[in-house]
Structures are given as C-alpha cells and as structure tokens.
C-alpha cells in the first residue's frame, strides 16, 4: 500500500512539473517571478527536454501579459558586472539534450507587464520552436522559489531593479 502511495505520489508530481509537450519538446518546471510588486517586468524560468532525434531552436516567446517578450540572457562584462541582453538568433536545443531557462542565465523576459502579477497568479506564454513550433504553457507565479545552484547560475533576478535598464520597451509618461 506504501508503494502504491509513493508511486501516485511520483506520477501527480511528474504531471504537475510538465507543463506542455510539442513534437518532441518538454517544458518542465516552469515558473515567472516579479522584481518586486507592481514592477513593470516579469522573467519567466523553465526546462526545456528535446526528446526528439533533430535539433531544435527556442525562436521566440509570446505572452499577452505584456508589451514586449523577448528571449534574455546574463553576459559578464567584466569586473563583477553583469548585462542582461537579448538573445539574437534563438536558443539553441540539440538533440536528446535539455536546456535549462534559469535565474542568472538564459529566460523568457515580459516588459511592459499588462497588469501586477502576484503570488499564485497564472501566465499563459507561447513558445515558439524553429521544428516542434508553437506550445502554449501556462506558467505559475512563484516569487517565493529558491535560486537553485551556486555563484553566477543561481543569480536572484526577482532582485534585479529592472527600472533602468533599457529593454527596448517603449517608454510611457
């Protein structure tokens, strides 16, 4: 009977981590976090699972929730100091690989939010895929997760002020 528990148990919180499947493509574990309340921008974090025998790209990301969403990433500009930037051309998925979208490195970026997103609030984003194409995740917010990880990679950008750097979003009075 405990092994019956335990493997229920297993299947419920492998079906809640998987939040979409497109032609071969996982998304496990996704999440979106705010700077702080009422902020202007949202990052959205996940993992990404090509599971079929082609490579693939991540093209683009669209969400309604926002003005502008575009694919980020952390680069060192030396001297401890770190730029966010947009990733040109996509991000890349090879073949039977996985690919995490994570704090301090490569995400999904909403400038522009539409709307406050709050503890336990929902995010419906489109994933764009050079070969799987379009997959629609609906992404939990969840500023209270950890940084997974150490240094660089575990980077808390729920802390970033996000207020002046120039994302390209258009400027409202």
Do not use: C, W
Request: glycine share 10%; proline share 3%; charged share 20%.
């Amino acid at each position: 009977m405990k092994l019956m528990k335990n493997l229920t148990a297993v299947a419920v919180a492998t079906l809640l981590s998987t939040a979409a499947f497109a032609d071969g493509i996982l998304v496990q574990d996704p999440y979106v976090r705010v700077s702080r309340p009422n902020a202007p921008t949202a990052a959205a974090f996940m993992t990404l699972v090509n599971e079929s025998d082609s490579d693939d790209r991540l093209i683009e990301a669209r969400s309604e929730i926002a003005k502008k969403v575009e694919l980020h990433t952390h680069v060192d500009q030396g001297g401890g100091v770190m730029a966010m930037t947009q990733i040109e051309g996509g991000i890349p998925l090879a073949a039977g690989h996985t690919h995490a979208l994570a704090r301090g490195g490569d995400h999904v970026m909403m400038m522009g939010l539409n709307q406050p997103l709050a503890q336990g609030d929902e995010v419906t984003v489109t994933l764009v895929f050079e070969k799987a194409g379009e997959v629609e995740v609906t992404i939990p917010v969840d500023n209270e997760r950890k940084a997974e990880g150490a240094g660089h990679g575990a980077m808390d950008h729920s802390q970033m002020d996000h207020s002046q750097m120039d994302h390209g979003a258009e400027k409202t009075d």
